[in-house]
């Protein structure tokens, strides 16, 4: 059912009041309007508000669209908080890579190693296959009541185990044998944050906590288990239901539905900071990086929780897109990491904002 027919056309009235922009002196109206324009392009396309932060040599551009609320003028606050998703994979791979340097990990090793009896067939699936996506585990999001399902809303304050999520999809069949194929599954970032907590005896939330949030100084970051709350000051997140009149207000929800593969709230500051110390070479040594750059089946555009993509101006840009049933966000940054980019937007369902956030993402890291 559509939810709240013609809304993009109820938020146009306050689209002009409501489009906030952020310029640092360095960057020339020129490019602060180029960059505008496409971020303003990306709300008519499937949001209700957007926000993002350019950091390159020129400075700092940040900016807002849309609003905040819906039924208000409110303005998207331009530093807000959000649900980033599965962005989250970068940050927890990174963490087992470090490991892997420590040599407390192998990316060799199987699943069966370190959790012995949990995966079948485990002895036959490695570390480097579940960063990859290569494993043939069952997506567990395909098994859970995600919007439209009401029950999504029914549950919304439902606590979910590790356990519980890796059950669900291991109770599927796989999708291909390990190594064979890219099939994009968040079982395998779940088995991976219990593999953290079974090397270093602490949850896999306080090793990133302790090894990437803290040192980045990523006062934005939080993981926060099951608190359903967003820090504020943040976008409303809305979820189009089956039967109900209208997009129902989701931005509080238990967030242990995404746990290890998703659960992390931030800011578009803190992401970019996060990418642009990851692939400046500050968190893993280079054949860690490079080991991360490489395509877990030849020819993919996806490595060891981290994704990349080409630009109109052949320069490959390297990070992660994430979608929090709400909420969907890109951070992706330059290889020399020189250029950032991440953007943030809260779903309107009127239509998909994926092919206007791709070309805002490319207006920025090209310039």
């Given at each position: 059912m559509r939810a709240r027919l013609g809304l993009v056309a109820a938020l146009a009235a306050v689209l002009a009041s409501?489009?906030?922009?952020?310029?640092?002196?360095?960057?020339a109206g020129e490019d602060r309007d180029a960059l505008q324009r496409r971020l303003d392009d990306v709300v008519p396309a499937g949001a209700i508000g957007a926000l993002a932060e350019v950091r390159t040599d020129r400075g700092v551009w940040r900016g807002t669209s849309g609003v905040a609320e819906i039924g208000t003028s409110r303005e998207v606050p331009v530093r807000g908080s959000f649900r980033a998703g599965s962005v989250m994979k970068s940050f927890l791979a990174t963490v087992v890579l470090q490991l892997v340097g420590e040599g407390?990990?192998?990316?060799?090793?199987s699943i069966e190693r370190w959790?012995?009896?949990?995966?079948?067939g485990g002895d036959r699936i490695t570390l480097r296959q579940l960063l990859a996506h290569t494993s043939g585990l069952y997506d567990v999001v395909r098994t859970l009541p995600l919007p439209p399902d009401p029950r999504f809303v029914e549950n919304r304050w439902h606590t979910w185990s590790a356990t519980d999520l890796i059950e669900r999809g291991l109770a599927q069949p796989p999708t291909h044998a390990p190594g064979a194929a890219f099939s994009y599954t968040s079982t395998g970032y779940l088995l991976l944050g219990q593999v953290v907590e079974e090397v270093t005896g602490a949850t896999y939330a306080a090793e990133i906590e302790r090894r990437i949030?803290?040192?980045?100084?990523?006062?934005?970051?939080m993981l926060p288990g099951t608190s359903p709350w967003i820090p504020r000051p943040h976008p409303h997140g809305y979820a189009q239901v089956e039967g109900a009149a209208e997009l129902v207000?989701?931005?509080?929800?238990?967030?242990?539905?995404?746990?290890a593969a998703g659960e992390i709230v931030s800011s578009a500051g803190d992401l970019n900071r996060f990418f642009a110390a990851l692939l400046g070479g500050r968190l893993l040594p280079a054949r860690l990086l490079a080991e991360m750059k490489t395509p877990g089946i030849p020819g993919e555009t996806y490595g060891l929780g981290l994704r990349w993509e080409d630009t109109s101006c052949g320069v490959p840009v390297y990070g992660h897109d994430g979608d929090a049933v709400a909420y969907q966000t890109w951070s992706f940054v330059t290889a020399d990491g020189r250029r950032q980019a991440t953007l943030a937007v809260t779903r309107s369902y009127?239509?998909?904002?994926?092919?206007?956030?791709?070309?805002?993402?490319?207006?920025?890291?090209?310039?």
């Open positions: 409501s489009t906030a922009m952020v310029p640092s002196a360095a960057y407390r990990l192998r990316l060799d090793d959790l012995p009896g949990v995966v079948p949030i803290g040192p980045l100084h990523l006062r934005h970051t207000d989701v931005t509080e929800m238990n967030p242990s539905l995404f746990g009127e239509g998909d904002a994926d092919d206007a956030a791709a070309e805002f993402i490319d207006q920025a890291l090209c310039g």
